[in-house]
């Protein structure tokens, strides 16, 4: 089970952190991902992480301002937004899978989303 939060309202320009707490003795196994979903949009890729912490991707839109971290012995995963843009605004998911990708059909396990709202 994965719980998602740290969402909320900024002003465009600053920085937000989202965290995702798993529960469960195997997260450790898992590859972690962020998605977004905007309002009349389709749900889209933001960052991974490999099980170990020693791969990351990310999507273009978020290159240089989103990081993505884990800690395996406190079962969470972390989306440090920097520099937002009111084009961030969406519900933030967390997801869990087996597969490196930016593909959400590669990831099992959902979280319940946390809105992010970036004002201008």
């Known amino acids: 089970q994965l719980q998602a939060s740290g969402g909320g309202l900024v002003q465009a320009g600053s920085s937000l952190r989202l965290s995702c707490a798993a529960s469960g003795r195997t997260f450790s196994r898992y590859v972690m991902g962020w998605f977004r979903q905007a309002p009349g949009k389709e749900r889209e890729f933001v960052a991974t992480?490999?099980?170990?912490?020693?791969?990351?991707a990310y999507a273009d839109s978020v290159k240089g301002r989103f990081t993505i971290s884990r800690d395996n012995a406190k079962k969470t995963v972390s989306l440090q937004m920097n520099s937002a843009k009111p084009e961030d605004t969406a519900v933030y998911y967390c997801?869990?899978?087996?597969?490196?990708?930016?593909?959400?059909?590669?990831?099992?396990?959902w979280g319940q989303g946390t809105l992010v709202t970036v004002s201008s």
């Open positions: 992480i490999t099980w170990n912490g020693g791969g990351t």
């Open positions: 997801a869990a899978g087996a597969t490196y990708s930016g593909s959400a059909s590669s990831y099992d396990y």
